[in-house]
């Protein structure tokens, strides 16, 4: 079963950045497209980021577009996102996630990390 395992996250003051990190695992040879997801308390899922399998492309929710990076790297099988001028309004568990679909929908993601918290104050 593949896995996904989250770290970075912490607490920030508004302005500050943090990086994320996700490290896959039981995923023999086989390359995923990775995102990241964002869960507030009382919300919906929300998309951030998703890379394609090659790291050519990437795409950004709206609400983070300009702010936040998504990377990968298939020879340490990672992916990280970094966040920058943060916003209370980013405070939310963050979910990597992998799948075989380039997509923007959480069902569309077949694995997914346990999450970490990211709390930003003003």
């Known amino acids: 079963q593949v896995q996904l395992e989250e770290s970075g996250g912490g607490s920030a003051q508004a302005g500050d950045s943090l990086r994320l990190s996700c490290r896959i695992s039981?995923?023999?040879?086989?390359?995923?497209?990775m995102a990241w997801f964002r869960q507030a308390p009382g919300k919906a899922r929300e998309f951030v980021a998703t890379?394609?399998?090659?790291?050519?492309?990437?795409r950004y929710g709206d609400s983070v577009k300009g702010r936040f990076v998504i990377s990968r790297d298939n020879v340490d099988g990672t992916a990280a996102l970094e966040m920058n001028a943060l916003k209370p309004e980013d405070t939310a568990v963050y979910f990597c996630a992998a799948g075989e679909i380039f997509a923007f929908d959480p069902p569309d993601y077949a694995f997914w990390g346990q999450g970490t918290q990211v709390t930003v104050s003003s």
């Open positions: 890379i394609s399998m090659g790291g050519s492309d990437t």
């Open positions: 039981n995923n023999g040879d086989r390359v995923y497209h």
